[in-house]
C-alpha cells in the first residue's frame, strides 16, 4: 500500500496597487501573476484598475468571496488573484482577518498565501493626497474657499515662526508637524492662485505643478556644479556659485533689491549688511543717537563674524524666559 501524495492547495494572491499611480500601470510580475491566475476576483465593480485589465484580456469575476469560499476555490492547486478594493490601504482587512482565523484553527489546509504590490509609491507620492485634500476643501469648506492670498499671508509668518522654534527646541515631532503648517501654506496659495481669482491684478492663474517646476528649474540652474559641468569643492564654491547665477537672473540696479524690508529689523540690518560685503562696497555706518542705530551696529557687526542677529537675540530671549519662570517659581 503506498501513501496518496496531499492534493496541491493553491495560492491565493492578494494583489495591491497604489492609487497615487496612474492606473494599469502595474508591476511585470504582477501582470504575469494575473494573466496566469485561474480566477481573477475583484468585489469592486468601479475599481479604477478593471478597464485596463479586461484591455489586457482577463477575466474579472465581481463576486465577494469570504475566507472559506476563497480557500475552497484553491482547490486542486488553482491559483486565485484578489484585487481589493479601491481605497484605504490596499488590502481588504476583512478577508485577510478571515484567512488568519482559518489558518489560526488547524482544521483547515490552507493554499498559499501571497501579498503581491502591484505598484509602489514613489517618493513625495504623499504629496498628491495634500493637493487632492486641498482641491477637495477649497470646494466644499466656506472658510477655505472665501480665502485670498492677501486673507491668508499672515498665517504664512506665523507657521515660519513657529517652525524656528520647532527647530530650535530640537523638537522632531513638533519639527515634522510644523513643516506640514509651511508646506500647507505652499499649497493653499497654489490653489488659490489655480482660482485664477487675482487676474485683475496682475497675478495670472498657476497650479502647484507650476510652482514645483520653476524651484525645480531654479535649482538645477544653479547648481551647476551638479546638475553641469561645473565643480565644487567646498561650500564657499557653492555660495559663489549661487550669488553669481542670482546676479545674471536678477539683473539688479542695487543690491539692496530683493530684500524685504517688512522681515524682523535685525534680520534686515544683517541682510543688508551681508549684500554689502559681499558686493564689496565700503559703505560707513550712518551716524545717529538712540537705540536703533546702536542695534544696527550690532547686527552689522554679528553678520561680519558669520552669526545670525536674530537666532542669537532669540537663544538669548529664551534664556531670559527660563530665568523669569525660574523667578516665578516654576521649572525652566
Not at 511585470?28 to 484580456?57: F, I, K, M, N
Not at 479601491?86 to 489560526?104: C, E, K, M, Q
Not at 527647530?167 to 488659490?192: C, S, T
Not at 536703533?292 to 542677529?309: K, N, Q, T, W
Request: charged share 25%.
Amino acid at each position: 500500500m503506498t501513501d496518496e501524495a496531499p492534493a496541491a492547495t493553491g495560492r491565493i494572491v492578494l494583489l495591491t496597487a497604489s492609487h497615487r499611480v496612474a492606473p494599469g500601470l502595474l508591476s511585470w510580475p504582477a501582470w504575469q501573476t494575473l494573466r496566469e491566475a485561474d480566477r481573477v476576483l475583484c468585489a469592486d465593480a468601479g475599481h479604477p484598475q478593471l478597464p485596463y485589465l479586461r484591455e489586457a484580456g482577463i477575466t474579472v469575476e465581481h463576486t465577494v468571496a469570504d475566507a472559506r469560499e476563497l480557500v475552497d476555490a484553491c482547490a486542486g492547486g488553482r491559483t486565485v488573484v484578489v484585487v481589493p478594493s479601491a481605497g484605504g490601504d490596499g488590502t481588504d482587512s476583512a478577508l485577510t482577518d478571515g484567512l488568519a482565523r482559518l489558518a489560526g484553527s488547524g482544521r483547515v489546509r490552507m493554499p498559499d498565501l501571497e501579498l503581491l504590490p502591484g505598484s509602489y509609491d514613489l517618493p513625495g507620492a504623499r504629496l498628491l493626497d495634500l493637493v487632492q485634500v486641498m482641491d477637495r476643501i477649497r470646494t466644499e469648506c466656506p472658510w477655505t474657499s472665501a480665502k485670498t492670498h492677501k486673507g491668508l499671508a499672515k498665517y504664512a509668518i506665523e507657521e515660519a515662526y513657529e517652525l524656528v522654534e520647532a527647530i530650535e527646541d530640537g523638537d522632531g515631532d513638533e519639527l515634522r508637524e510644523e513643516l506640514g503648517d509651511v508646506l500647507l501654506q505652499v499649497v493653499f496659495h497654489a490653489r488659490i492662485a489655480q482660482d485664477g481669482l487675482d487676474v485683475e491684478e496682475g497675478v495670472e492663474p498657476f497650479s502647484i505643478d507650476d510652482v514645483a517646476g520653476t524651484i525645480v528649474e531654479k535649482l538645477i540652474h544653479r547648481h551647476p556644479h551638479v546638475f553641469g559641468d561645473e565643480t565644487a569643492e567646498t561650500a564657499e564654491d557653492v555660495k559663489a556659485h549661487w550669488l553669481r547665477m542670482k546676479a545674471i537672473e536678477k539683473q539688479r540696479d542695487s543690491v539692496t533689491d530683493g530684500v524685504p524690508l517688512g522681515q524682523p529689523g535685525l534680520a534686515l540690518a544683517s541682510k543688508l549688511a551681508g549684500r554689502t560685503r559681499t558686493a564689496g562696497l565700503e559703505v560707513p555706518l550712518p551716524a545717529g543717537e538712540g537705540i536703533g542705530y546702536e542695534l544696527l551696529a550690532l547686527a552689522v557687526r554679528a553678520e561680519e563674524a558669520g552669526i545670525d542677529p536674530e537666532t542669537a537675540l532669540r537663544a538669548a530671549a529664551r534664556t531670559y524666559r527660563d530665568a523669569i519662570r525660574t523667578a516665578e517659581g516654576h521649572s525652566a
